[in-house]
Each structure stands twice: as structure tokens, then as C-alpha cells.
């Protein structure tokens, strides 16, 4: 199975901080990466799908850029509901595995 | 609206089995993968394995294969996932969620959820 990784696993920021989450792979995933938010007692929403395609309806200050093995989730200026637990997944194989997650807290 | 329509919370006992729905509404459910996607309480996502409606082809992930069964009836456009007999290790939140084909290419992606079915099995 492929494995990802994600950095960091906790985060503290602020309101109007800019935010990274990296995720990294095991192994070459091409584009097949898909970012997820979760907010507590919610199924997780779609953020980011093909590595850096915004999901319709998702706010722009969320960005996705990366291929290969590494990849990054961008929050240009974060907003109050922005405060929640990211989730990378692949898709390039079956299982579709989930990287373990970053909570985002506020400052 | 696409949704994705879950069945409500169960509490079971060790050894009980159990299955669990998830209905599409809005959209050609044959046209999508349906996944499943287990959460331990304060844990992270766990893919389960999936299923393709419009011929039950189906997928397990290694560490679930053998303990749960995932089936679909697409006259009523609902995906189930199934226990012959449950631990107390499968207590969790079960997310069913819709999955584009593969040939989508990198533009697979999980883009509609089910609300969530808690599952909770105490003696």
C-alpha cells in the first residue's frame, strides 16, 4: 500500500496567518491526490482534488500545488472557520489511503 | 441535490451482526464508485474498500478484507456494508462516500459524503 505522510501534525495559527500542510508519499502518486477538511462531529468536505483543482464552491484562499511525492495544501489568510483537522488522500492505487491528518488550532 | 443518505446510529453486542446502509439521491448511482471510510472517535480516516454499482465489483482495502462485506443494490441506488459478527474494536463512525471512476484520471476524488453512521458495540 502506499503510505502518506503529513507535516505537521499539529499547527497553531492565527487569524490572516498564511497556512502550509505538506503531505508526502511513499511512492510517485502523479496528480492523484485530493485534500479534505473535517470540522468535529462532520463527515470531511472536499477541498482540493488533482493535486491543485479547487472544488466548486470552496473558498480561493485554499491552494494545492505538488506531483510525484510531495504535495502542499495552502491557506492564504486564515479565516475563523478555517479551524479544523486536514486530510490528504491518494488515489493513484487501491486502498485510497488517507494521510494521518493536521489539526489546525487557533492561536 | 446529490446526497449521499446514511442509515441511523446502532448499538450492538459482541458477536451481533449488523449492516448499514447508504442510499444516492440526485445523481446515476451506477455511474460511481461507493467507498467506505471508517473513523475511530479522535482517530483519523480509514479506507475501507469500495464497490461499483453497476456490476458489484468490489475492492478491499488488505486490513479489511475478510471482516466486512460491501454489497449494493442498484434497484434502490443503496450500498451496504455488512458485519457477521462484531468486536467491540468496531465501534467507529462509517462514512459511505461517492468515487469517480478511474478512468476520471487525477480527477478521482471523493466529493460527496454520507452524514455518518456511529456504530457502538458494548456488552
Known amino acids: 500500500d502506499i503510505q502518506l505522510t503529513q507535516s505537521p501534525s499539529f499547527l497553531s495559527a492565527s487569524v490572516g496567518d498564511r497556512v502550509t500542510i505538506t503531505c508526502r508519499a511513499s511512492?510517485?502518486?502523479?496528480?492523484?491526490l485530493a485534500w479534505y477538511q473535517q470540522k468535529p462531529g462532520q463527515a470531511p468536505k472536499l477541498l482540493i482534488y488533482?493535486?491543485?483543482t479547487l472544488q466548486s464552491g470552496v473558498p480561493s484562499r485554499f491552494s494545492g500545488s505538488g506531483s510525484g511525492a510531495e504535495f502542499t495544501l495552502t491557506i492564504s489568510s486564515l479565516q475563523p472557520e478555517d479551524f479544523a483537522t486536514y486530510y490528504c488522500q491518494q488515489l493513484n492505487t487501491y486502498p485510497g489511503t488517507f494521510g494521518p491528518g493536521t489539526k489546525v488550532d487557533i492561536k | 441535490d446529490v446526497q449521499l443518505v446514511q442509515s441511523g446510529a446502532e448499538v450492538k453486542k459482541p458477536g451481533e451482526s449488523l449492516k448499514i446502509s447508504c442510499k444516492g439521491f440526485?445523481?446515476?448511482?451506477?455511474?460511481?464508485?461507493i467507498a467506505w471510510v471508517r473513523q475511530m472517535s479522535g482517530k483519523g480516516l480509514e479506507w475501507m474498500g469500495v464497490?461499483?454499482?453497476?456490476?458489484?465489483?468490489?475492492r478491499y482495502s488488505p486490513s479489511f478484507e475478510g471482516q466486512v462485506t460491501i454489497s449494493v443494490d442498484k434497484s434502490i441506488s443503496t450500498a451496504y456494508l455488512q458485519w457477521r459478527s462484531l468486536k467491540a474494536s468496531d465501534t467507529a463512525t462509517y462514512y459511505c462516500?461517492?468515487?469517480?471512476?478511474?478512468?476520471?484520471?487525477?480527477?478521482?476524488?471523493?466529493?460527496?459524503w454520507g452524514q455518518g453512521t456511529t456504530v457502538i458495540v458494548s456488552s
Open positions: 464497490i461499483y454499482p453497476d456490476d458489484s465489483d468490489d
Open positions: 488533482g493535486a491543485s
Open positions: 462516500a461517492r468515487l469517480q471512476k478511474y478512468s476520471s484520471g487525477p480527477s478521482r476524488r471523493m466529493d460527496v
Open positions: 440526485g445523481y446515476t448511482f451506477t455511474s460511481y464508485w
Open positions: 511512492q510517485g502518486i502523479s496528480s492523484y
